[in-house]
């Protein structure tokens, strides 16, 4: 079984800063993928920031300059660090990551429970 556990959310005043954190633990094989993802009340899940296994890294477009992520490859685990954050960051964040287990061989996406992020104008 794989667990993806989130933490670091919180409330922040406009302009604040925030560092999530999710750290996945199982028999992982390798984690292609790690991702941040967002959801607001009422609205559909977005996609926020993704980092691979070599490195690389992409945003949306509305938290480019600001959200920075990054991952430890051994230690199976994902920050997003949130600087300047706007009233429209707020939402639950959830943690996803692509990865191989010793019981699947192929990619497989698994989840964490999310974590509320609250900021206030």
């Known amino acids: 079984q794989v667990q993806l556990v989130e933490s670091g959310g919180g409330l922040v005043q406009a302009g604040g800063s925030l560092r999530l954190a999710c750290v996945a633990s199982?028999?992982?094989?390798?984690?292609?993928?790690m991702r941040w993802f967002r959801q607001a009340p009422g609205k559909q899940r977005e996609w926020v920031a993704s980092?691979?296994?070599?490195?690389?890294?992409n945003y949306t477009d509305s938290v480019k300059g600001r959200f920075t992520i990054s991952r430890d490859n051994v230690k199976h685990t994902v920050w997003l660090q949130m600087n300047s954050l706007k009233a429209e960051d707020t939402s639950v964040y959830y943690c996803?990551?692509?990865?191989?287990?010793?019981?699947?061989?192929?990619?497989?996406?698994?989840w964490g429970q999310g974590t509320q992020v609250t900021v206030s104008s």
């Open positions: 980092a691979f296994a070599a490195n690389s890294t």
């Open positions: 996803n990551a692509a990865l191989r287990t010793i019981a699947t061989p192929f990619l497989t996406d698994y």
């Open positions: 199982g028999s992982i094989v390798n984690v292609h993928a």
